[in-house]
């Protein structure tokens, strides 16, 4: 195992403790590397640090925590004992490198784990990244520390060495989330630097926990009707823009004051408050691109804060809704098209454009940003989508993208 340090920067970092700066980090001087298997039994307890990283040139783990130092070391010093290690504690100063920007640099991919709350590590994590022919040269927690040792969702970045090889077992990821029953996503190291980025959303289903042409329709009396034909479209069966107009010609004659109602109580996705309220605060640029109607994109534009919404405008003439919709149909065509002009107008590459849904409708969209994530998505879409959130809430974005959230 390989790390972003050496031998000679750890006696520098020592050098430093003696004249009397303040020590965050400890470093463990090993008699031979640790092996996946010996890594596995450590990972629960390197899980409570902020980072950890292995050392290029010598057998040295080098934990880093901002709370609670000494007990984590303690802790870490206790699993060494019983798996027979002897080890012996160097101090290292916080001027050591551990930020992010730093662990990225060391490293060629990162793999990021969300763990569902009351759940575990799989067990066969590190032997499966053996089996990948990878090092693992860092990882860092990007949870709180309350939700490794309290059966919250917690989460975790791994620093590999061989983006080519890592790139390789992509396919596969989907499916090792589904049998280890937690989310995971793999991208270049060089991704995942900060920069401001441009956020899209789909709204139905990925920012509010319905579909409200479905909830238009049970007040129109043909509910279940519409619901059937819109779970179809969502699924990629039927062509979305003729569905769309067969689903609003059973919407005619609705009176226009349900719209205000359904508006009135749309329930808002867990988790998307604190991912805008937090994209926001790093200056990204957020955005609705929606197959729905901009009367709720608006509504949900208030609520929780995004940049611009761009969606379909119902059509109403005497107070009742005539089954059409003015202007150009916001289809899976129009949600690229739309990605690359805001992108364009906000002088930001469309590498660095996130694109987030759940149905057959956004896959374009999905495709054509610099990342796609499918959020609690179709089957279609997960298997299509280059990541997917399966399990967490809408805040696990934020782990995606690299964000930590603050010890608590």
């Not at 066969?124 to 990244?129: G, N, P």
């Not at 999905?366 to 998505?377: D, Q, R």
């Amino acid at each position: 195992m390989a790390s972003c340090c050496n031998r000679a920067e750890l006696e520098l970092a020592g050098n430093f403790c003696e004249q009397g700066l303040i020590v965050t980090t400890t470093g463990f001087s090993l008699p031979t590397e640790l092996n996946y298997t010996a890594l596995q039994r450590l990972l629960p307890v390197l899980a409570l640090a902020d980072s950890v990283r292995f050392m290029e040139d010598a057998p040295v783990l080098v934990v880093h925590s901002e709370v609670d130092e000494g007990v984590l070391g303690d802790r870490v010093a206790t699993e060494l004992g019983k798996l027979g290690i002897s080890w012996q504690a160097h101090a290292v100063p916080a001027a050591t490198d551990h930020t992010d920007s730093q662990l990225y640099r060391c490293a060629d991919a990162v793999l990021t784990m969300i763990v569902p709350a009351g759940s575990g590590l799989p067990s066969e994590f590190l032997a499966t990244l053996a089996h990948w022919n990878v090092e693992l040269r860092a990882l860092r927690r990007l949870s709180p520390l309350s939700s490794a040792s309290s059966g919250q969702e917690f989460a975790l970045e791994f620093y590999l060495d061989d983006w080519a090889r890592c790139a390789g077992q992509r396919a596969r990821l989907q499916d090792l989330a589904a049998r280890w029953e937690v989310d995971l996503a793999l991208a270049p190291s060089d991704s995942k630097r900060p920069r401001r980025r441009l956020i899209a959303f789909d709204m139905d289903s990925t920012l509010i926990q319905c579909e409200v042409i479905d909830e238009l329709a049970h007040r129109a009396g043909v509910g279940e009707e519409v619901a059937a034909v819109t779970a179809r479209a969502m699924r990629g069966e039927l062509d979305f823009r003729s569905s769309f107009r067969e689903r609003m010609s059973k919407l005619q004659g609705l009176d226009a004051a349900q719209i205000q109602e359904v508006g009135a109580s749309l329930p808002i996705m867990p988790g998307a408050r604190t991912l805008l309220r937090t994209l926001r605060s790093q200056g990204h640029h957020t955005a609705i691109l929606s197959g729905g109607f901009d009367y709720f994109a608006k509504k949900v534009q208030s609520q929780i804060g995004l940049d611009e919404v761009h969606a379909n405008h119902l059509q109403i003439i005497d107070n009742a809704l005539t089954g059409d919709v003015n202007g150009e149909i916001v289809d899976a065509e129009r949600k690229v098209l739309l990605l690359k002009e805001i992108a364009e107008r906000e002088g930001i590459d469309l590498a660095d454009t996130v694109a987030v849904g759940d149905g057959a409708n956004d896959l374009p969209m999905l495709a054509a940003a610099g990342l796609g994530v499918a959020f609690h998505a179709k089957p279609r879409v997960r298997e299509s989508a280059p990541c997917a959130i399966n399990y967490g809430t809408l805040e696990a974005l934020l782990y995606v993208l690299g964000v930590p959230r603050g010890n608590d």
